[in-house]
């Protein structure tokens, strides 16, 4: 088992649409990360959360650090949101600055 | 925010040829730069730590001699793919933490590597 999953692993949706896409850990964490991947493979840095919730403009990221679990959602959908989205924690060790990948969500926004 | 500059972006390449990769923390100083790989709908797999003015760490599997690793300055971190191999093909990309009262992540644009 993954110590970090996504799900859905592809998500094909209309455009204007309510996004969510899940993120679950199983180790314990500093920081979770919500990265964006489009086609030509340069990643951004869309949040970094420990807590809470988070929100840039029509994106808006929650974590619930009992149940390890993390939210992306995306309000209105564009097909330019289309990219893989990638989570990705942190470890809790003092001084580790490793990031551990969930294996992305496929988003496609169909006009 | 935090800029990192990776160069080239594309790069074919012969058998049995090296490539040098190149990232560069442009408006902060990078102690330390990850070396990620990422196989086509795959996600990123750690391939080694770099760290500046010390040896890189290597990650379980993960060739020493073929993927060579300096870190030489505060700025710069070079991965060379030696002896490439058509199953070295991959997209490369690097990162960089930047340490503060918590500690974001920069990713370099990648370099997708074919080798032919």
């Known amino acids: 088992k993954n110590e970090v999953e996504q799900s859905p692993q592809n998500l094909t949706a209309q455009e204007g649409e309510f996004i969510t896409i899940n993120c679950s850990y199983s180790?314990?964490?500093?920081?979770l990360h919500w990265l964006q991947q489009h086609p030509g493979g340069g990643i951004v840095s869309l949040f970094m959360?420990?807590?809470g919730k988070k929100k840039h403009g029509r994106l808006i990221a929650t974590i619930n650090i009992q149940e390890k679990h993390s939210s992306l959602h995306i309000t209105a959908s564009h097909p330019r949101d289309s990219a893989v989205y990638i989570c990705?924690?942190?470890?809790?060790?003092?001084?580790?600055?490793?990031?551990?990948f969930g294996t992305g969500t496929r988003l496609t926004i169909i006009p | 925010g935090a800029v990192v500059s990776q160069h080239p972006s594309r790069v074919i390449c012969k058998s049995g040829t090296s490539v040098k990769i190149e990232c560069r923390s442009l408006?902060?100083?990078?102690?330390?730069m990850f070396w990620y790989r990422q196989f086509p709908k795959q996600s990123l797999m750690l391939m080694a730590t770099?760290?500046?003015?010390?040896?890189?760490?290597?990650e379980q599997g993960v060739e020493k001699d073929k993927f060579l690793i300096n870190h030489a300055s505060l700025t710069l971190s070079t991965l060379t793919v030696t002896s490439a191999h058509p199953e070295d093909s991959s997209f490369y990309i690097c990162?960089?933490?930047?340490?503060?009262?918590?500690?974001?992540?920069?990713f370099g644009q990648g370099t997708r590597l074919t080798v032919v």
């Open positions: 990162s960089a933490p930047v340490q503060g009262w918590v500690t974001e992540a920069f």
């Open positions: 180790v314990g964490i500093s920081a």
């Open positions: 959360l420990s807590s």
């Open positions: 990705a924690v942190r470890s809790e060790d003092f001084g580790n600055e490793k990031l551990t």
């Open positions: 408006d902060f100083q990078a102690t330390t």
């Open positions: 770099s760290n500046e003015g010390s040896k890189a760490t290597y």
